[in-house]
Nanobody, 121 residues
Framework: QVQLVESGGGLVQPGGSLRLSCAASGSVFSINAMGWYRQAPGKQRELVAVWISGGNTNYADSVKGRFTISRDNAKNTVYLQMNSLKPEDTAVYYC???????????????WGQGTQVTVSS
């Protein structure tokens, strides 16, 4: 079993900042990629940012220059620093990890339970 535990969501005013954390635990042998998606009401889930093994990162165009993803390898934890938040960033943010649960296992995809981010004055 793999657990992804998210924290750090909440209510913030436009222009403010939040930092999300996601820790992977359980049967984690190695992580291929770890990142964040979000889903706003009435919209499809979309990629926000992803950290890929080797250190590469990808961001949605809408968050480039405002959000930064980082990883603590020793803790199997990924962070999303969100600055200059806008009302359109309001969504449920989901942590995602593509990982091996053992040396010979195929990569499997896992999701956290989601954390609400609301940007409003």
């Amino acid at each position: 079993q793999v657990q992804l535990v998210e924290s750090g969501g909440g209510l913030v005013q436009p222009g403010g900042s939040l930092r999300l954390s996601c820790a992977a635990s359980g049967s984690v042998f190695s992580i291929n990629a770890m990142g964040w998606y979000r889903q706003a009401p009435g919209k499809q889930r979309e990629l926000v940012a992803v950290w890929i093994s080797g250190g590469n990162t990808n961001y949605a165009d809408s968050v480039k220059g405002r959000f930064t993803i980082s990883r603590d390898n020793a803790k199997n934890t990924v962070y999303l620093q969100m600055n200059s938040l806008k009302p359109e960033d309001t969504a449920v943010y989901y942590c995602n990890a593509d990982l091996h649960t053992s040396r010979w296992a195929l990569i499997t995809r896992h999701w956290g339970q989601g954390t609400q981010v609301t940007v409003s004055s």
